[in-house]
C-alpha cells in the first residue's frame, strides 16, 4: 500500500500539461495587447505625421485662394495608403481677413480597427479613434 501512494506523491506525470494550461491564456493574453498597442501607436504616429505635414505646408501656401483643398490634398499624399481612405481632414484659419496675421490649425481624424479581440473589449466594434490636432503660426 505504501508503495502505491508513494507512486502517487512522487509522479510527476501532467506536470506539465498542468502549468501549459495555467500560463498560456495568459502569455496569448499579453501577446495580444503587445500587437494591438503597437498597431494603434504605429497608426497614432500616422496621423500625427499627416497633421504636421499638413501645417507645415498649409503656413507656405495659406495665401493662396484654395489653401484648404491644397493642405488635404498634401495630406492624402504623405498618409500612408491603408489609411487614406479613412482619414478626415478639417483645416481652419484663426484670421479670415489677414491670413498671415493668425495661425493654420489643421485636424486629422481616424478610426482604426484592432487586430485582435483583446483591445476590442474596451471599445465599440473594435474601433480606435485617433485624433491629431497641429496648429502652426502663419509666416
Same mark, same amino acid.
Given at each position: 500500500?505504501?508503495?502505491?501512494?508513494?507512486?502517487?506523491?512522487?509522479?510527476?506525470?501532467?506536470?506539465?500539461?498542468i502549468?501549459?494550461a495555467?500560463?498560456?491564456?495568459?502569455?496569448?493574453?499579453?501577446?495580444?495587447?503587445?500587437?494591438?498597442?503597437g498597431?494603434?501607436?504605429?497608426?497614432?504616429?500616422? +496621423? =500625427? %505625421? !499627416?497633421s504636421r505635414?499638413g501645417? /507645415?505646408? *498649409?503656413? $507656405?501656401?495659406? #495665401?493662396?485662394?484654395n489653401?484648404?483643398?491644397l493642405?488635404?490634398?498634401?495630406?492624402?499624399?504623405?498618409?500612408?495608403?491603408?489609411?487614406?481612405d479613412?482619414?478626415?481632414v478639417? +483645416? =481652419? %484659419? !484663426?484670421?479670415?481677413?489677414?491670413? /498671415?496675421? *493668425?495661425? $493654420?490649425?489643421v #485636424?486629422v481624424s481616424?478610426?482604426?480597427?484592432?487586430l485582435?479581440?483583446?483591445?476590442?473589449?474596451?471599445?465599440?466594434?473594435?474601433?480606435?479613434?485617433?485624433?491629431?490636432?497641429? +496648429?502652426?503660426?502663419?509666416?
Open positions: 500500500m505504501r508503495k502505491i501512494s508513494r507512486s502517487f506523491v512522487k509522479s510527476n506525470k501532467g506536470q506539465a500539461v502549468e501549459l495555467i500560463t498560456l491564456p495568459i502569455l496569448l493574453l499579453v501577446l495580444c495587447a503587445i500587437i494591438d498597442f498597431w494603434i501607436f504605429t497608426n497614432k504616429l500616422f +496621423v =500625427t %505625421f !499627416s505635414e501645417a /507645415r505646408y *498649409g503656413i $507656405v501656401v495659406a #495665401t493662396e485662394s489653401a484648404a483643398e493642405i488635404e490634398e498634401k495630406i492624402q499624399e504623405v498618409t500612408p495608403s491603408f489609411l487614406k479613412k482619414i478626415t478639417k +483645416v =481652419t %484659419f !484663426s484670421n479670415i481677413y489677414d491670413i /498671415r496675421a *493668425g495661425d $493654420v490649425t #485636424t481616424c478610426v482604426v480597427k484592432a485582435t479581440p483583446v483591445v476590442g473589449v474596451f471599445t465599440t466594434d473594435q474601433n480606435i479613434p485617433l485624433d491629431s490636432v497641429c +496648429v502652426m503660426k502663419v509666416e
